[in-house]
């Protein structure tokens, strides 16, 4: 790894897509300051991106990616990091991708606790389809396919990690450059499964959870005297249905991240021209 | 052959069926004597009917027949069941002193085996299975010492007092019946051969870790759990991992992103696992990701018959996922190929970057056979990476802007890989039609150039390897056998009774479902043809009636833009003319 790298290496000549003033913009552009600012490169990066607006991500970075199925990416993060620890691995989506489609990954990969970051641009609406209820979208919010509003409650993305014994929960906003990055690089460096929530605002199909809105609900914990490391204060930040918090909310310091528990360590790309010593063993066992 | 001996135990599921038949099956093949098991078996943990079946004869045996010599019956329902393969001669071991009476035809001898007292005298009542396979080896003339090493494989993880209760137990069975009973017909001859004993889901696992198998994910499901069980702990050894995803959609992704990492990467499911990993599938062969899908068949569709045999899936295999994707499928014939295959599978995905479906079926997968042990040689394990840069070699596939091309159009299709942490290699992969960069594309060209190139790494492979077929028999014979999968062993054993009758039959046992052998010319030499295989609708016969037919002149369109009629027009012409190539035409 080169200590030269700039956060702009992190990018690809491929212009985004997205809208012009898209959340994902400023989401993207924290993900690889982060990136670089923990020492990481392209080459020692993967990537793995998911379906929707917030999928196109893989292409607009330049690392290692794969941009897959939806709602797996987590899946194909895990095969990575696990098959070789020495990547830092990065998986990004959106809220349809993590939360609907892909829910029971999301709860999983968090228990699983490899050693990894989640980004999931959060934009509480499905904009790629052109404006639909998603699962953080609000109770009453009238889309094309709920006019009268969805009238179920909203997923809690945060309630849901912690119930499946999240080690890494954190909340940021798009439109706050440093901040943003900030949250994001202590889910880099947190030993296990980082995850962070972002609000990132869809222009075009929300006009609702809105930049104004965030701006002016957002409560950042890091000007309170909010303690990551007590669960007991991230619940009740976590389960506070009026207010809307960034920063990290939850971090436990003993947290063993997959390949240190099970003693994954070895770069599984490397394997010998032949069978392995020690094959024949393998078929004696069968006397 | 020699002769052979048909052996059973039967019971409820939980009477420990499982176990016991396996300790008698390892003991026989540790005294030279060649071993096949098949399992009678529910998907329930308690209750319901169960039995272990082990055939075994000095020469080879590669099949079950319908005849049982010796059997051990825990319940009536074990008779029951088993009646019409019992004959005069046969011997029915049972406990007296159990609360049903057994009820065994006139022809058949009975012997009453206080099983549970003797058990108990030897330390315990759950040593009755235990007594009675000491009582068979009286019964079958089988020296009751031989069972001692199976004993010590099966209890000596539980201490040496319970080994030596075991093999108490086992004499006492043995004395019981020399001492109450006697002429019996069987003799158990023995060799000095020592073989070993694995079914075919074990071959498979083995396989997977001689072929630099490093990361397994999946799902249970009967019956490909073994291989993954098989592989639990085993592939640690050899800094690999197995693990167990929440679904079959994450195993197939995680096994996805291990592939990417550069690992040797697999997943092993049943139909209902296919039908979901379905959807990755596609992804994997755009992204010309290497990647072993096994799939032990079980009879479907649906959760149709979880516990039973169907070699059903073979269209999904060939044609399941929207658009077209490129794969190969093979399909081991033994248990033994099961480990060659295996080996295969893994150099063929990675030379070919390709996905490919390694098709096993539910009676390989639980039955036991023996081997010698030679015909696992891991010396002869060769293996092959394919085209794989470094950081010195990259240079050579870099563009004009030093851009590393993962999807470069080469000649033979296959293009360069480079593991993640290769410096210079960083690339995108995607599902999305890309051009030679990976970055998605649209363009009507690159859409044209990708797909041609995905499909000619298949044309390459045609070319390259060898898929070929075994072929028994005479091949002058006017009736010509074809089939694949686990059907191999009753058909070369069929062959030798119709070869007593006088007919001669020629049989090809085809391990290449897709790409496949041509077999056009031995159809037409014989006179009839069939095709075996265990489902309803003869897939594997479609496909060969398929291969004998008239060829048509193909016009295709693959860029993304419809027909329009003047191109049409020209193209027809074109045919009609003959100036467009003789089996193509691309509008």
Same mark, same amino acid.
């Given at each position: 790894?080169?200590?030269?790298?700039?956060?702009?290496?992190?990018?690809?000549?491929?212009?985004?897509?997205?809208?012009?003033?898209?959340?994902?913009?400023?989401?993207?552009?924290?993900?690889?300051?982060?990136?670089?600012?923990?020492?990481?490169?392209?080459?020692?990066?993967?990537?793995?991106?998911?379906?929707?607006?917030?999928?196109?991500?893989?292409?607009?970075?330049?690392?290692?990616?794969?941009?897959?199925?939806?709602?797996?990416?987590?899946?194909?993060?895990?095969?990575?990091?696990?098959?070789?620890?020495?990547?830092?691995?990065?998986?990004?989506?959106?809220?349809?991708?993590?939360?609907?489609?892909?829910?029971?990954?999301?709860?999983?990969?968090?228990?699983?606790?490899?050693?990894?970051?989640?980004?999931?641009?959060?934009?509480?609406?499905?904009?790629?389809?052109?404006?639909?209820?998603?699962?953080?979208?609000?109770?009453?919010?009238?889309?094309?396919?709920?006019?009268?509003?969805?009238?179920?409650?909203?997923?809690?993305?945060?309630?849901?990690?912690?119930?499946?014994?999240?080690?890494?929960?954190?909340?940021?906003?798009?439109?706050?450059?440093?901040?943003?990055?900030?949250?994001?690089?202590?889910?880099?460096?947190?030993?296990?499964?980082?995850?962070?929530?972002?609000?990132?605002?869809?222009?075009?199909?929300?006009?609702?959870?809105?930049?104004?809105?965030?701006?002016?609900?957002?409560?950042?914990?890091?000007?309170?005297?909010?303690?990551?490391?007590?669960?007991?204060?991230?619940?009740?930040?976590?389960?506070?249905?009026?207010?809307?918090?960034?920063?990290?909310?939850?971090?436990?310091?003993?947290?063993?991240?997959?390949?240190?528990?099970?003693?994954?360590?070895?770069?599984?790309?490397?394997?010998?021209?032949?069978?392995?010593?020690?094959?024949?063993?393998?078929?004696?066992?069968?006397? | 052959?020699?002769?052979?001996?048909?052996?059973?135990?039967?019971?409820?599921?939980?009477?420990?069926?499982?176990?016991?038949?396996?300790?008698?099956?390892?003991?026989?093949?540790?005294?030279?004597?060649?071993?096949?098991?098949?399992?009678?078996?529910?998907?329930?943990?308690?209750?319901?009917?169960?039995?272990?079946?082990?055939?075994?004869?000095?020469?080879?045996?590669?099949?079950?027949?319908?005849?049982?010599?010796?059997?051990?019956?825990?319940?009536?329902?074990?008779?029951?069941?088993?009646?019409?393969?019992?004959?005069?001669?046969?011997?029915?071991?049972?406990?007296?002193?159990?609360?049903?009476?057994?009820?065994?035809?006139?022809?058949?001898?009975?012997?009453?085996?206080?099983?549970?007292?003797?058990?108990?005298?030897?330390?315990?009542?759950?040593?009755?299975?235990?007594?009675?396979?000491?009582?068979?080896?009286?019964?079958?003339?089988?020296?009751?010492?031989?069972?001692?090493?199976?004993?010590?494989? !099966?209890?000596?993880?539980?201490?040496?007092?319970?080994?030596?209760?075991?093999?108490?137990?086992?004499?006492?069975?043995?004395?019981?019946?020399?001492?109450?009973?006697?002429?019996?017909?069987?003799?158990?001859?023995?060799?000095?051969?020592?073989?070993?004993?694995?079914?075919?889901?074990?071959?498979?696992?083995?396989?997977?870790?001689?072929?630099?198998?490093?990361?397994?994910?999946?799902?249970?499901?009967?019956?490909?759990?073994?291989?993954?069980?098989?592989?639990?702990?085993?592939?640690?050894?050899?800094?690999?991992?197995?693990?167990?995803?929440?679904?079959?959609?994450?195993?197939?992704?995680?096994?996805?992103?291990?592939?990417?990492?550069?690992?040797?990467?697999?997943?092993?499911?049943?139909?209902?696992?296919?039908?979901?990993?379905?959807?990755?599938?596609?992804?994997?062969?755009?992204?010309?990701?290497?990647?072993?899908?096994?799939?032990?068949?079980?009879?479907?569709?649906?959760?149709?018959?979880?516990?039973?045999?169907?070699?059903?899936?073979?269209?999904?295999?060939?044609?399941?996922?929207?658009?077209?994707?490129?794969?190969?499928?093979?399909?081991?014939?033994?248990?033994?190929?099961?480990?060659?295959?295996?080996?295969?599978?893994?150099?063929?995905?990675?030379?070919?970057?390709?996905?490919?479906?390694?098709?096993?079926?539910?009676?390989?997968?639980?039955?036991?056979?023996?081997?010698?042990?030679?015909?696992?040689?891991?010396?002869?394990?060769?293996?092959?990476?394919?085209?794989?840069?470094?950081?010195?070699?990259?240079?050579?596939?870099?563009?004009?802007?030093?851009?590393?091309?993962?999807?470069?159009?080469?000649?033979?299709?296959?293009?360069?890989?480079?593991?993640?942490?290769?410096?210079?290699?960083?690339?995108?992969?995607?599902?999305?039609?890309?051009?030679?960069?990976?970055?998605?594309?649209?363009?009507?060209?690159?859409?044209?150039?990708?797909?041609?190139? !995905?499909?000619?790494?298949?044309?390459?492979?045609?070319?390259?390897?060898?898929?070929?077929? !075994?072929?028994?028999?005479?091949?002058?014979?006017?009736?010509?056998?074809?089939?694949?999968?686990?059907?191999?062993?009753?058909?070369?054993?069929?062959?030798?009774?119709?070869?007593?009758?006088?007919?001669?039959?020629?049989?090809?046992?085809?391990?290449?479902?897709?790409?496949?052998?041509?077999?056009?010319?031995?159809?037409?030499?014989?006179?009839?043809?069939?095709?075996?295989?265990?489902?309803?609708?003869?897939?594997?016969?479609?496909?060969?009636?398929?291969?004998?037919?008239?060829?048509?002149?193909?016009?295709?369109?693959?860029?993304?833009?419809?027909?329009?009629?003047?191109?049409?027009?020209?193209?027809?012409?074109?045919?009609?003319?003959?100036?467009?190539?003789?089996?193509?035409?691309?509008?």
């Amino acid at each position: 790894m080169s200590s030269d790298v700039r956060f702009t290496d992190f990018k690809s000549d491929k212009q985004p897509t997205w809208c012009p003033g898209c959340g994902d913009f400023g989401t993207m552009n924290g993900m690889m300051k982060a990136l670089a600012n923990t020492g990481n490169d392209p080459d020692n990066t993967f990537v793995v991106a998911g379906i929707g607006c917030s999928g196109k991500i893989g292409t607009y970075m330049h690392s290692y990616a794969l941009h897959g199925v939806h709602g797996r990416a987590l899946p194909v993060g895990c095969g990575v990091k696990i098959a070789n620890p020495d990547l830092e691995v990065m998986v990004a989506g959106g809220d349809g991708d993590g939360y609907s489609i892909g829910a029971g990954h999301f709860v999983h990969a968090v228990r699983r606790n490899v050693d990894m970051t989640y980004v999931v641009m959060d934009n509480r609406i499905y904009g790629l389809t052109k404006g639909q209820a998603s699962p953080t979208s609000r109770e009453d919010f009238e889309t094309s396919t709920s006019p009268d509003g969805p009238k179920q409650p909203p997923v809690n993305p945060l309630a849901l990690a912690h119930a499946a014994g999240a080690t890494f929960i954190a909340q940021s906003f798009s439109s706050d450059a440093q901040r943003h990055a900030e949250i994001v690089q202590e889910a880099i460096e947190h030993d296990g499964f980082g995850f962070v929530n972002v609000f990132s605002p869809c222009v075009t199909f929300n006009d609702v959870d809105t930049y104004d809105y965030f701006r002016d609900s957002l409560v950042d914990l890091a000007e309170t005297d909010h303690d990551p490391s007590d669960e007991q204060q991230a619940k009740e930040v976590i389960m506070d249905g009026e207010t809307e918090h960034m920063g990290v909310i939850y971090q436990d310091d003993d947290s063993v991240p997959f390949n240190e528990l099970h003693g994954v360590t070895e770069n599984m790309a490397e394997i010998p021209d032949g069978a392995p010593d020690g094959a024949m063993d393998l078929v004696r066992e069968f006397y | 052959m020699a002769e052979d001996l048909n052996w059973a135990i039967g019971g409820e599921a939980g009477d420990g069926i499982d176990s016991t038949g396996k300790i008698f099956a390892q003991a026989q093949s540790r005294a030279g004597r060649h071993v096949f098991t098949s399992k009678d078996f529910a998907s329930r943990i308690r209750g319901g009917y169960t039995a272990y079946k082990i055939r075994s004869s000095t020469d080879r045996v590669q099949s079950v027949v319908n005849r049982l010599d010796v059997l051990v019956a825990l319940t009536q329902r074990t008779i029951d069941e088993n009646l019409d393969e019992l004959h005069d001669g046969s011997v029915v071991v049972y406990d007296g002193e159990r609360s049903w009476e057994a009820e065994i035809p006139g022809d058949i001898t009975g012997v009453d085996v206080p099983l549970k007292s003797l058990a108990e005298d030897a330390g315990g009542a759950i040593m009755r299975n235990v007594v009675a396979l000491g009582a068979v080896c009286a019964i079958v003339d089988f020296p009751v010492e031989k069972l001692d090493e199976a004993l010590e494989k !099966r209890f000596g993880g539980k201490g040496e007092k319970i080994v030596e209760n075991n093999k108490t137990a086992a004499r006492k069975g043995a004395d019981y019946v020399e001492e109450e009973y006697d002429g019996f017909d069987y003799s158990l001859e023995t060799t000095d051969s020592d073989y070993v004993l694995l079914n075919g889901d074990e071959a498979i696992g083995m396989g997977a870790i001689a072929a630099g198998c490093r990361f397994y994910a999946g799902y249970p499901i009967t019956p490909a759990t073994d291989v993954m069980e098989y592989l639990t702990g085993r592939i640690d050894q050899f800094g690999g991992h197995v693990v167990q995803a929440e679904d079959e959609l994450s195993a197939i992704n995680m096994a996805l992103g291990a592939a990417r990492a550069g690992a040797r990467s697999m997943t092993a499911t049943s139909g209902p696992g296919i039908d979901l990993m379905t959807e990755t599938f596609g992804l994997v062969a755009t992204s010309e990701t290497p990647l072993v899908i096994c799939d032990v068949m079980r009879a479907g569709p649906s959760t149709g018959m979880p516990t039973k045999q169907e070699q059903g899936d073979l269209n999904s295999l060939l044609y399941g996922g929207h658009g077209e994707i490129p794969r190969f499928v093979i399909a081991p014939t033994t248990i033994s190929e099961c480990f060659h295959k295996t080996i295969e599978a893994f150099n063929l995905a990675e030379q070919y970057q390709t996905p490919v479906y390694l098709v096993a079926d539910l009676s390989m997968a639980v039955t036991e056979q023996t081997f010698a042990p030679e015909e696992f040689d891991m010396d002869a394990v060769e293996i092959d990476r394919g085209k794989v840069v470094d950081d010195d070699s990259i240079d050579h596939y870099l563009d004009e802007q030093d851009r590393f091309q993962p999807h470069y159009d080469a000649a033979d299709g296959v293009s360069p890989r480079a593991f993640p942490g290769t410096d210079g290699g960083a690339h995108m992969s995607t599902g999305l039609e890309h051009d030679e960069l990976g970055r998605r594309t649209e363009d009507t060209d690159e859409r044209i150039d990708q797909v041609e190139k !995905r499909q000619r790494k298949v044309e390459t492979a045609k070319q390259e390897e060898d898929w070929s077929y !075994r072929d028994y028999g005479d091949p002058d014979a006017d009736t010509l056998v074809i089939s694949w999968g686990s059907n191999e062993g009753a058909i070369v054993e069929a062959m030798d009774a119709l070869q007593s009758e006088g007919t001669d039959v020629r049989f090809l046992s085809v391990p290449y479902i897709f790409p496949r052998p041509d077999l056009s010319e031995e159809i037409e030499a014989a006179e009839r043809t069939v095709v075996v295989e265990c489902n309803a609708q003869g897939q594997f016969a479609d496909l060969i009636e398929h291969d004998v037919l008239e060829r048509v002149q193909r016009v295709t369109k693959f860029d993304g833009v419809r027909f329009d009629a003047d191109e049409l027009a020209d193209a027809i012409r074109d045919v009609v003319d003959g100036s467009a190539a003789a089996d193509e035409v691309t509008a």
